[in-house]
């Protein structure tokens, strides 16, 4: 790759330890070694005090669409964001994650290598993914017209309170139904490409994508998924039923959800921890893989399952206290 003819865009939460040390590095080695000038969101300029030259872009939204390469300072969660931004604005930018959280399956980069990350990208060494996302449509049968209310929306704040009779939320972890204002159970029917898979009653449904399965598909009891599968994941949270088990499905088939509840409160439907929105009961819920894949870039020596081993503890024996 040539990386003086590639736009660099950079995102992250100005809130983490070490992000300023950190954006300020990787924007002393795209000068030093290719006089790049990358765009950097506006927010985590006001951590800096580096006089190397960039442009400032106001919003992720305009990282993503006037950037080939994205590299995201910060944890899962920033990673997400950035992720919907690129699918929103310009599904061809590539995303990079510069872990500076705690986990991090997602953003699985340490800083310390962010020179040899450079290297490979320059090279042309990293290796291209394209991760599965799962597209969803919201609406209400009782209230067509106006039945969906968005509460939150990390990317575009100045929608949140808006209400329509249609909703659509993109997430590449998972789509999560919850009940709104009540503590009891929600009763789902669900249909999976055309045909009754069944009725179930439980605390909640998670539909989640390979990328996701490690998160709170995973704390539900659901299986760990290699991330370039195409495959979703249902899995039921707390169900009635000790026979309601998790279901993975091809990434084409469509998933329709009807979901009620005897206390007839709002559901809560929310993407990736970034948007919510409240829909009134009986709601409806159309799910399937969406026709967009997002574009990470991973380093070739890191594979999945180094990812796992090293992230879950795998190779930890507890009785000695070593790995």
Not at 157 to 186: Q, Y
Not at 245 to 272: F, H, K, Q
Not at 296 to 316: G, I, M
Request: without cysteine.
């Amino acid at each position: 790759m040539d990386i003086t003819s590639q736009r660099i865009g950079v995102v992250g939460n100005s809130t983490k330890p070490g992000a300023a040390m950190r954006v300020a590095e990787l924007l002393e080695l795209l000068h030093t070694k290719s006089n790049a000038k990358p765009l950097v969101l506006s927010e985590l300029a006001l951590i800096l005090n580096s006089p190397i030259g960039y442009d400032l872009v106001e919003s992720q939204l305009d990282v993503a669409t006037e950037s080939d390469v994205i590299f995201s300072f910060g944890g899962d969660g920033t990673m997400l964001t950035a992720a919907r931004a690129i699918i929103t604005a310009n599904p061809n930018a590539e995303l990079i994650g510069i872990n500076l959280g705690k986990l991090g399956f997602i953003a699985e980069n340490p800083p310390e290598e962010i020179p040899a990350i450079l290297d490979d990208l320059w090279n042309g060494n990293l290796r291209l993914e394209e991760r599965l996302l799962i597209g969803a449509r919201v609406s209400s049968e009782k209230d067509s017209a106006s039945g969906t209310e968005i509460r939150r929306d990390d990317l575009r704040p100045s929608s949140v309170g808006e209400k329509a009779d249609l909703v659509e939320l993109i997430a590449l972890n998972e789509i999560v139904v919850d009940n709104f204002g009540s503590t009891r159970m929600l009763t789902f029917e669900i249909i999976v490409e055309g045909s009754s898979l069944g009725t179930i009653r439980a605390d909640g449904l998670i539909v989640a994508s390979p990328t996701g399965s490690t998160g709170y598909a995973a704390s539900a009891g659901g299986p760990i998924v290699e991330p370039t599968s195409r495959v979703i994941i249902i899995t039921p949270i707390a169900p009635h039923s000790l026979t309601v088990r998790p279901v993975i499905i091809p990434e084409g088939y469509e998933i329709s959800l009807r979901i009620t509840n005897e206390a007839e409160t709002p559901t809560l439907i929310v993407a990736d921890g970034q948007q919510e929105i409240i829909v009134t009961s009986p709601a409806l819920v159309r799910l399937s893989g969406h026709s967009k894949k997002l574009k990470l870039l991973r380093r070739k020596t890191n594979s999945y399952f180094d990812l796992l081993r090293t992230k879950l503890l795998w190779s930890a024996d507890a009785r000695e206290g070593r790995r």
